[in-house]
Every structure is written in C-alpha cells, then in structure tokens.
T-cell receptor, first 111, second 112 residues
Framework: KQEVTQIPAALSVPEGENLVLNCSFTDSAIYNLQWFRQDPGKGLTSLLLIQSSQREQTSGRLNASLDKSSGRSTLYIAASQPGDSATYLC??????????FGDGTTLTVKP | KAGVTQTPRYLIKTRGQQVTLSCSPI?????VSWYQQTPGQGLQFLFE???????NKGNFPGRFSGRQFSNSRSEMNVSTLELGDSALYLCASSRVDNTEAFFGQGTRLTVV
C-alpha cells in the first residue's frame, strides 16, 4: 500500500527566502507525481506534474524533482512571497490509477 | 476554458438523509475522481470514473456511490448520512486516466 509523507507539516519563512518542501513515498512503482497548492476552504490548484520517466519539472519560481529510487520528491520555491502562503500537497498516482495524497505542508511566508 | 465545476458549493443536511453532489469536468476530460477531505484524515480517494465506468474505488462504505454520464459529468451520492460524513468533497478531472488532474472548488457538506 502506497504511503505518502510530507515533512515538515508546517513551515514559516520570511519573504524572499528560497525553500524546499519534501514528499516521500514507499512504493516506487508510480505513474506520476503531482504537486498542488490549496488555499483554506478551497479546492486544489495543480502546480507541477512529473511523469515517472522524468526527473524534474519547472514552472516560474517552482521546481519539482523526482527520485523514484529513493522514494522522494522535492518542491523548490524560489524568492518566496506572502502570496505563496498555502498548504502544499503531493499526490502519487499508480499505474492502476489510484492516487494517494500526503497530508501537506502548510507554508506561511511573512512579509 | 471553464474549470471543473462542483455544485452545490455548500450543503447542510440532517443525519439519516441522503445527498447528491455534482461535478462537471473540464470540456474534453473523460476521467473524474472524487475525494473526501477532513481535518483528521486528510484527502482520501473515493472513486474514479472513466467513460461511464468505475475504474477504481477507495475504502469507503457502500453508502458512498457514484456514477458518470455520457457527457462525462459525474454525481456522487451518500445515503443515510452520518455526522462523520461532514467534509469537503472534491472532484478532479483529467483528459484521460493517469494524466494531470484538475480540481474543482469542492462542496462543503455539513451533517447536523
């Protein structure tokens, strides 16, 4: 059974800092990994999708990496801004089509 | 291009009642998945539909059911509501199965 862990559960940084969010998973037989952000009481917004055959994806200030052999993914956020404050979730999708989400990391960026 | 639309946005029901939630996927998307999100359990997978067929199911009791129509719109039904069913129910669509998923804003269900 796939288990997804996100550490830390919460993170507070000053504006402008670069930061890394972590996502680890137990079963390396994945189809893809997707990073989302969620604002309080809202749905999830897709940030980056990494296919199993890829090592990383970039979008603006965001960079996500995938290392299947170690069961890890990281989301790097450059030059953080208060608007980046949200909960960040990673989701692992298996070949069978089932998705497992981590519990998320709640990020607070202080002005 | 319209996103994933979930209706209603908010709902209050009484224990024992049943409820139906609706999800309209992004145009051209054929896969729809449903999730339950609660503070204690996080995001949990309910089921996934692709071309009107249920492809995957999570570990929820039979009170939770769903269906998908020929236009890819999906409905989720919960019968005999319990207090513990209070949650944010999220729907996600993707073009085909196993591609990038896009989520709706969710339906906030409160059972009293």
């Amino acid at each position: 059974k796939q288990e997804v862990t996100q550490i830390p559960a919460a993170l507070s940084v000053p504006e402008g800092e670069n930061l890394v969010l972590n996502c680890s998973f137990t079963d390396s037989a994945i189809y893809n990994l997707q990073w989302f952000r969620q604002d309080p009481g809202k749905g999830l917004t897709s940030l980056l999708l990494i296919q199993s055959s890829q090592r990383e994806q970039t979008s603006g200030r965001l960079n996500a990496s995938l290392d299947k052999s170690s069961g890890r993914s990281t989301l790097y956020i450059a030059a953080s801004q208060p608007g980046d404050s949200a909960t960040y979730l990673c989701a692992i999708r298996t070949n069978a089509g089932k998705s497992t989400f981590g519990d998320g990391t709640t990020l607070t960026v202080k002005p | 291009k319209a996103g994933v639309t979930q209706t209603p946005r908010y709902l209050i029901k009484t224990r024992g009642q049943q409820v139906t939630l609706s999800c309209s996927p992004i145009s051209g998307h054929r896969s729809v998945s449903w999730y339950q999100q609660t503070p204690g359990q996080g995001l949990q997978f309910l089921f996934e539909y692709f071309s009107e067929t249920q492809r995957n199911k999570g570990n929820f009791p039979g009170r939770f059911s769903g269906r998908q129509f020929s236009n890819s719109r999906s409905e989720m039904n919960v019968s005999t509501l319990e207090l513990g069913d209070s949650a944010l129910y999220l729907c996600a669509s993707s073009r085909v199965d196993n591609t990038e998923a896009f989520f709706g804003q969710g339906t906030r269900l409160t059972v009293v």
